[in-house]
């Protein structure tokens, strides 16, 4: 089973501002990373995958990978309340599994 | 249908007894998964169905747990003898390529 640490939060950040979101694995031959949003009372969605190593933005979330050191962040730029969630980090090797993080909460405040 | 259904949706059932989750994936996504979410926690792997593959069931907490997937399209999750450490959402997800996971609403399971 692959492990995938996350700082459980909660996260609090000003509206506008930019949210750090970081996360550890520990089976070196991973190969896909994925970041899910889930709102509260919800299920989980996914919003970015990462694949090589640097980065990878899309709108306003920039996904970061660094093999070596085993660590993918993601980063959400001018925080918006509607980010308020909880970002789960996923990762798989060579298969279908794919192993969940804890989580960390966000909270943007207005 | 558009996404992943799951139903029910609710089960409240009394300790003891079996209940069955059933999960309709994305029509044409190969792998199916099953993952069980405790309030405030992450998501625990229990079991996947990857097309005529046999299915991963190292998640899977108990012989009490099991899952089919007919057809290669709909599954359905079992839980006999419950338990009240079984009560959590159970979540069903459907890909087609690897981590590219879409989920359904989930199954609030509780028991009494």
């Known amino acids: 089973q692959k492990e995938v640490e996350q700082n459980s939060g909660p996260l609090s950040v000003p509206e506008g501002a930019i949210a750090s979101l970081n996360c550890t694995y520990s089976?070196?031959?991973?190969?896909?990373f994925f970041w899910y949003r889930q709102y509260s009372g919800k299920s989980p969605e996914l919003i970015m995958s990462?694949?090589?190593?640097g980065d990878k933005e899309d709108g306003r979330f920039t996904a970061q990978l660094n093999k070596a050191s085993q660590y993918v962040s993601l980063l959400i730029r001018d925080s918006q309340p509607s980010d308020s969630a909880t970002y789960l980090c996923?990762?798989?090797?060579?298969?279908?599994?794919?192993?969940f993080g804890a989580g960390t909460t966000v909270t943007v405040r207005a | 249908g558009a996404g992943v259904s799951q139903s029910p949706s609710n089960k409240v059932t009394e300790k003891g007894k079996d209940v069955e989750l059933r999960c309709d994936p994305i029509?044409?996504?190969?792998?199916l998964y099953w993952y069980r979410q405790s309030l405030g926690q992450g998501l625990e792997f229990l079991i996947y169905?990857?097309?005529?593959?046999?299915?991963?069931k190292s998640g899977l907490p108990s012989d009490r747990f099991s899952a089919e997937r007919t057809g290669g399209s709909v599954s359905t999750l079992t839980i006999q003898r419950t338990q009240q450490e079984d009560s959590a959402v159970y979540l069903c997800?459907?890909?087609?390529?690897?981590?590219?996971?879409?989920f359904g609403e989930g199954s609030r399971l509780t028991v009494l």
């Open positions: 089976d070196r031959g991973s190969q896909s």
């Open positions: 990462i694949y090589s190593n």
């Open positions: 029509s044409g996504h190969t792998a």
């Open positions: 997800a459907s890909s087609r390529g690897i981590g590219e996971l879409f």
């Open positions: 169905f990857q097309g005529n593959s046999a299915p991963d």
């Open positions: 996923a990762v798989s090797g060579n298969d279908y599994k794919l192993s």
